[in-house]
């Protein structure tokens, strides 16, 4: 199984400033996703991170508000821009070895904007 | 647009009972199911996964069994330990696209 690093675990950030966020793979990885977790709600899927191009990014979610960047197989960031109280969320990294096999989750980065 | 829901949201028990999780998606098109536990303010670990032509997985103590035509899957927890309070998550994966829909999730708490 995939051994998955995300850094960093917290973060407390004011308003308007940005978070980027690692997610390093211990094998290479064919999927790479990026997900949020709202205070008491289930896991919404941000974006699919595509190495070498753009990320697809999913009903609501902009490039501009989260840049993605993916330089290779094993590595992606996520960027969370102008941040409001609202973005105070956990953002999880997840990984396919291959489209539709076992999906692994980092352990979180919980984002709290004040 | 797929919608997974589970049952109960909340469920306490006192250890070493048997418990059933239920989860519950509205197109049963997918191509597999996934349990997932999450501690709290933690990432998912993934517990079991059912491809779409099978019927159940196990893995120690937990079972999880797919029905796809009726859309139903459950979680069996056997001889529950206090070690096993978390959150459940199942999400099923579309016969088309890779993302996964995650269900609303059961919180599980179990009794010394």
């Known amino acids: 199984s995939a051994v998955i690093s995300q850094k960093p675990s917290r973060d407390i950030c004011q308003r308007g400033t940005s978070l980027t966020i690692q997610c390093q793979v211990d094998?290479?990885?064919?999927?790479m996703f990026w997900y949020r977790q709202q205070p008491g709600q289930s896991l919404t899927l941000i974006a699919t991170?595509?190495?070498?191009?753009?990320?697809?990014?999913e009903s609501g979610f902009v490039i501009d508000k989260f840049p993605i960047s993916r330089p290779n197989l094993t590595f992606s960031t996520l960027t969370v821009s102008n941040l409001s109280p609202e973005d105070s969320s956990i953002y999880l990294c997840s990984v396919e070895e291959a489209a539709g096999t076992e999906a692994f989750f980092g352990q979180g980065t919980r984002l709290t904007v004040v | 647009k797929q919608e997974v829901t589970q049952i109960p949201a909340a469920l306490s028990v006192p250890e070493g009972e048997n418990l059933v999780l239920n989860c519950s998606f509205t197109d049963s098109a997918i191509y597999n199911l996934q349990w997932f536990r999450q501690d709290p303010g933690k990432g998912l670990t993934s517990l079991l996964l059912?491809?779409?032509?099978?019927r159940e997985q196990t893995s120690g103590r937990l079972n999880a069994s797919l029905d796809k035509s009726s859309g139903r899957s459950t979680l069996y927890i056997a001889a529950s330990q206090p070690g096993d309070s978390a959150t459940y998550l199942c999400a099923v994966t579309p016969n088309t696209g890779n993302q996964f829909y995650f269900g609303t999730g059961t919180s599980l708490t179990v009794i010394p």
């Open positions: 991170a595509n190495q070498g191009s753009e990320a697809t990014y």
């Open positions: 094998s290479q990885v064919t999927m």
């Open positions: 059912i491809q779409s032509s099978q």
